[in-house]
């Protein structure tokens, strides 16, 4: 694993050779790359250039302030990968949580460059909005700060995945959390944000487990017929739970694209 930053956005990252495919991994609501860190034992590092990105105010990258918006961070990134697969090999999404309305918006911007797009229990109904909707209760993104830091913490004490969660949490920005949770609302609402996944003209599937996903949730992929692949017995962050698994998984999926493009 290497280190870049790019036009301000910390990158982990490991390159085989440029004119392979790339692989970007997107994080969720008050998170970091550090969710994603087991990709760098996968198989998938052999075959991909993998890069890891923190998003203004979460995780090493700084808040930007001419990027506040969580819309604004997808223009940022889908420029940053544009410049830097430029005369290289497709391009393909993973994106976790509420990160993936940005990795929707990614693949609205890159078009035919995207060969998959794989979304990690991301928003698609209202009810997936659970804690990005969190700042919304709260006066000062102070006042939110120390009400969820708490919430995360005892959580954290029981459950393994929110251990590393809760590191990543220590990093993000307090405005930087607040300003995804407000400008996040607009796009979740009456499920909008589900319907820009389905529409979207890429390869995509759904990644999801019966723990945490929501009952309108699993509803609306069986109703819409989204593209899926669900993990019995998993939660919220498969990357974590099910690294092994889901990593040889992602490397067949994005295997079989790139076998009928």
């Known amino acids: 694993m290497k280190i870049k930053v790019l036009e301000g956005l ?17 994080h969720g609501f008050a998170d970091s790359g550090l969710a994603y860190k087991e990709v760098f034992d996968s198989n998938l590092v052999s075959d991909y250039n993998l890069y890891i990105v923190d998003f203004p105010g979460f995780g090493v990258s700084p808040l930007n302030t001419n990027y506040l918006s ?10 940053v990968i544009k ?38 229990e991301g928003n698609l109904t209202e009810a997936d909005s659970y804690f990005s909707s969190k700042p919304l209760q709260h006066e000062t993104a102070k006042e939110f700060m120390d009400f969820f830091e708490v919430e995360v913490f005892e959580r954290a004490k029981k459950e393994d995945p929110f251990k590393r969660y809760y590191s990543s949490l220590r990093f993000a920005d307090p405005t930087g959390m607040r300003n995804w949770g407000f400008t996040s609302q607009e796009h979740i609402q009456n499920n909008k944000c589900g319907f820009e996944f389905k529409d979207l003209g890429c390869h995509k599937i759904y990644i999801w487990g019966d ?3 929501p009952i309108e949730t699993q509803e609306f992929i069986r109703e819409h017929n989204i593209p899926n692949k669900l ?9 974590i739970e099910n690294s092994k698994e889901l990593y040889n998984d992602i490397g067949k999926l994005i295997g079989d694209v790139k076998e009928t493009v």
Not at 10 to 26: H, P, V
Not at 95 to 114: D, F, R
């Open 10 to 26: 910390f990158i982990r990252y490991n390159e085989t050779d440029k004119a392979k495919q790339s692989i970007w991994f997107l």
């Open 83 to 120: 410049k830097e697969t430029e005369n290289a090999g497709k391009v393909n999404i993973v994106a976790h949580s509420i990160g993936a309305l940005i990795g929707t918006w990614i693949c609205q911007q890159l078009g035919n460059q995207v060969n998959c797009y794989i979304n990690i």
């Open 211 to 213: 723990v945490d996903t």
């Open 231 to 239: 993990y019995k017995g998993v939660g919220h962050w498969h990357m």
């Open 70 to 79: 969580i819309k604004e961070h997808a223009d940022l990134l889908s420029e």
